[in-house]
Nanobody, 126 residues
Framework: QVQLAEPGGGLVQAGGSLRLSCAAS????????VGWFRRAPGQEREFVAA????????YYADSVKGRFAISMDNAKNTVYLQMNSLKPEDTAVYYC???????????????????WGQGTQVSVSS
């Protein structure tokens, strides 16, 4: 059984930083694309960032480019989302997801991901 766990959420003031983790059990990320998505209250789930493990290529939504960084730790089978210069509009439930790397569809398409974590709340106060 594949499970993705996402510790690291919390409450932070605007301008602060948080690091989210996505650790997989029952599956290795070494041949996956791993993405982060978020859903703010009353809004649709949106793409945040993604990483193609085999290539190391990273992708970001325009709204987080330059502030967020996605990275991987092979030994820990974990993907991180470092979030800096947080804004109140970053408040959302953040989800990590994965899919096989052979899937060439756009990394921002949430319906293409197979495995999902349960989400972690990130709240940014002004």
């Amino acid at each position: 059984q594949v499970q993705l766990a996402e510790p690291g959420g919390g409450l932070v003031q605007a301008g602060g930083s948080l690091r989210l983790s996505c650790a997989a059990s029952g599956r290795t990320f070494s041949s996956d694309t791993v993405g982060w998505f978020r859903r703010a209250p009353g809004q649709e789930r949106e793409f945040v960032a993604a990483l193609r493990w085999t290539e190391g290529n990273t992708y970001y939504a325009d709204s987080v480019k330059g502030r967020f960084a996605i990275s991987m730790d092979n030994a820990k089978n974990t993907v991180y989302l470092q979030m800096n210069s947080l804004k109140p509009e970053d408040t959302a439930v953040y989800y990590c997801a994965s899919r096989p790397s052979w899937d060439s569809r756009g990394v921002g398409l949430d319906y293409t991901y197979i495995y999902w974590g349960q989400g972690t709340q990130v709240s940014v106060s002004s």
